[in-house]
């Protein structure tokens, strides 16, 4: 199938993360940002290994690119667009949008070009699986081709869901991950002992994405993969409930995740934008949840909240 390469030059009143939303929103089976800030202000604490940067490829402006069906009228899917980022940026007088054709393959190579190794923590990098001859540590890599899903590990949601995995879960714990989408945290929870890992994910077409990256890595054969709307219909509690998806989401999963987790129970929730933060405490509290942990990551913010408020600490909300 063929498929057009989207491209929304992000001026100064918009913010890429925003665009990409706007552009998964209206369909967009992937999304890339092309923005040499990305590679130049990550900070050292979450750890990333750089690839090299050609500068000339990169314009004044970010860019971020949506990968739509090939079977749309071209200027009717540029007016779609543009009038979804309008109602964003009513301000905006102008938005520069460009159109390729391409073909699968043409999307994977574009894809693979932006997809580099990136270290998480101290002892865990993922890799794609393109790049598996440059790494021989098998037990501290996971290995990844994230085909149409999100999650490649690049974005700080995901960075700071592993981190906040790392400090709530404990080896033997029961992990369920709520959209899993490329299965990134519910094979960290593997890495990291757990005793039993359900993967839930709500759009049947990323599953096949979600297996494939799991038989990429040893040790993942026990992993279930569900197509589940959220918890709807789950009876069972673990110990961990991992959940990296947008609020709209995440909101009416509070309530589910506190009756699927067991007493002190962990949630960790990413994929917090900045204007919706104080949304999801407030929520959490209301569901007697207490938050010790509140991690922040440019305009990203990621939870670490426990079961029960009756045990919160002076430190916590």
């Given at each position: 199938?063929?498929?057009?390469?989207?491209?929304?030059?992000?001026?100064?009143?918009?913010?890429?993360?925003?665009?990409?939303?706007?552009?998964?929103?209206?369909?967009?089976?992937?999304?890339?940002?092309q923005?040499?800030?990305?590679?130049?202000?990550?900070?050292?604490?979450?750890?990333?290994?750089?690839?090299?940067?050609?500068?000339?490829?990169?314009?004044?402006?970010?860019?971020?690119?949506?990968?739509?069906?090939?079977?749309?009228?071209?200027?009717?899917?540029?007016?779609?667009?543009?009038?979804?980022?309008?109602?964003?940026?009513?301000?905006?007088?102008?938005?520069?949008?460009?159109?390729?054709?391409?073909?699968?393959d043409?999307?994977?190579?574009e894809?693979?070009?932006?997809?580099?190794?990136?270290?998480?923590?101290?002892?865990?990098?993922?890799?794609?699986?393109?790049?598996?001859?440059?790494?021989?540590?098998?037990?501290?890599?996971i290995?990844?081709?994230?085909?149409?899903?999100?999650?490649?590990?690049?974005?700080?949601?995901?960075?700071?869901?592993?981190?906040?995995?790392?400090?709530?879960?404990?080896?033997?714990?029961?992990?369920?991950?709520?959209?899993?989408?490329?299965?990134?945290?519910?094979?960290?929870?593997?890495?990291l002992?757990?005793?039993?890992?359900?993967?839930?994910?709500?759009?049947?077409?990323?599953?096949?994405?979600?297996?494939?990256?799991?038989?990429?890595?040893?040790?993942?054969?026990?992993?279930?993969?569900?197509?589940?709307?959220?918890?709807?219909?789950?009876?069972?509690?673990?110990?961990?409930?991992?959940?990296?998806?947008?609020?709209?989401?995440?909101?009416?999963?509070?309530?589910?995740?506190?009756?699927?987790?067991?007493?002190?129970?962990v949630?960790?929730?990413?994929?917090?934008?900045?204007?919706?933060?104080?949304?999801?405490?407030?929520?959490?509290?209301?569901?007697?949840?207490y938050?010790?942990?509140?991690?922040?990551?440019?305009?990203?913010?990621?939870?670490?909240?426990?079961?029960?408020?009756?045990?919160?600490?002076?430190?916590?909300?």
């Amino acid at each position: 199938m063929d498929w057009y390469e989207l491209t929304v030059e992000v001026t100064q009143l918009m913010t890429s993360e925003l665009v990409s939303e706007v552009l998964l929103g209206q369909g967009s089976s992937g999304v890339t940002i092309q923005d040499v800030k990305d590679f130049e202000e990550l900070k050292e604490d979450l750890g990333v290994m750089k690839g090299k940067v050609e500068e000339q490829a990169y314009g004044p402006y970010p860019l971020v690119k949506g990968y739509f069906s090939g079977d749309e009228e071209e200027e009717a899917l540029i007016f779609r667009i543009q009038q979804a980022l309008m109602k964003v940026w009513p301000d905006q007088k102008e938005i520069s949008i460009q159109v390729k054709r391409m073909k699968d393959d043409s999307w994977e190579k574009e894809w693979q070009k932006y997809y580099q190794p990136i270290r998480l923590n101290h002892w865990l990098k993922i890799v794609p699986i393109w790049k598996k001859e440059d790494c021989q540590e098998e037990q501290r890599v996971i290995y990844m081709d994230p085909g149409m899903a999100f999650g490649t590990g690049a974005h700080p949601t995901t960075q700071m869901a592993v981190h906040l995995l790392g400090i709530g879960m404990k080896e033997g714990d029961e992990v369920m991950d709520v959209g899993t989408g490329s299965g990134i945290l519910a094979i960290v929870a593997q890495k990291l002992g757990a005793s039993r890992v359900v993967a839930y994910e709500y759009d049947e077409s990323i599953l096949s994405t979600t297996r494939e990256n799991l038989s990429l890595n040893k040790g993942t054969e026990e992993i279930t993969v569900i197509a589940n709307d959220k918890l709807n219909g789950v009876e069972d509690q673990v110990d961990v409930i991992t959940a990296n998806i947008l609020t709209d989401i995440l909101l009416p999963l509070i309530p589910q995740a506190y009756t699927n987790l067991k007493e002190d129970g962990v949630f960790i929730l990413s994929g917090i934008y900045k204007d919706q933060k104080e949304k999801l405490v407030e929520a959490l509290q209301e569901n007697d949840f207490y938050l010790p942990i509140i991690m922040q990551e440019g305009e990203w913010f990621g939870i670490l909240a426990k079961k029960g408020r009756t045990h919160r600490t002076k430190d916590s909300l």
